[in-house]
């Protein structure tokens, strides 16, 4: 299973990849993930690229695109790979059927979650996230058992810094502007297929496994 999840800030990619790998037992690739880990290890990658993020804008594809390549020729990709956040836009889109085609293998489908404008920006501000683990929490949609807490580790729950509204609403029209094109490049390709991700969140993971299983 070689796949690509796509949608808005806040659709759900991060919370329906944790699902999706855990089922096809294969890696979950979130450039964004990693560009966070290489700020909070402070290296010169997380110092360039954290300006961009806390604004709201895409990082420079020369950044993301050796990133990208190193992680998928490890050994963990022989049974495929999930990509979440990657690719941003039609030039990384074309970058990554390159690489691909060095390697002889092809995407087999692209998940693209559909989530009205609106309640993107509700989803993104009412996230937290575990300090340590990574885990993802919403007040509203799937609080912690205690407040503030991670049900895994017991860590403090933080909130994005680019989770505030104003950065919220440039991420939004950089992903209108820059990323939704390439729902038509991947229909060209016949790889995409839409989920309603307005639903509840096992409502997603149910559609969004139907559609892989097709
Ligand atoms: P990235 O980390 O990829 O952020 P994003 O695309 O903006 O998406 P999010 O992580 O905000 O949302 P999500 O869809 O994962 O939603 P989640 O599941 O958490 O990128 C961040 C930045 O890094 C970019 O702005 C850019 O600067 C840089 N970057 C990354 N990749 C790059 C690239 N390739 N090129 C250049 N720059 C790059 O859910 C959100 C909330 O909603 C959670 O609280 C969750 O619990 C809740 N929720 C989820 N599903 C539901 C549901 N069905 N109903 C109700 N609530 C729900
Ligand atoms: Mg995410």
Redesign the pocket.
Known sequence: MKLVIL??????????SKKIVERYNIPHI????I??EHISLGTDLGKE?KG??DQ????P?SL?LSLVQERISRDDTKNGFLL?????NVS?AVSLDAELDKLGINLDKVIN?VVDPKELIS??T???VCSECGA???V???PPKVEGKCDFDGADLIT?S?DKEETVSV?IQ??TDQTSPLIDYYKAQGTLFDVD?????DE?TKDIFEGLDK
């Not at 979130?30 to 993930?33: A, E, F, I, L, W």
């Not at 991700?197 to 969140?201: A, H, V």
């Open positions: 949608g808005p800030p806040g659709a759900g990619k991060g919370t329906q979130s450039t964004g993930d560009l966070r690229a961009y993020m709201g804008t895409l990082v594809d993301v979440d956040g990657f690719p941003r990384q979650i989803r993104a009412s996230r937290r993802t929490y919403n509203v949609a799937k994005r680019d991420r950089v992903y991700g307005s639903q509840s969140i997603v």
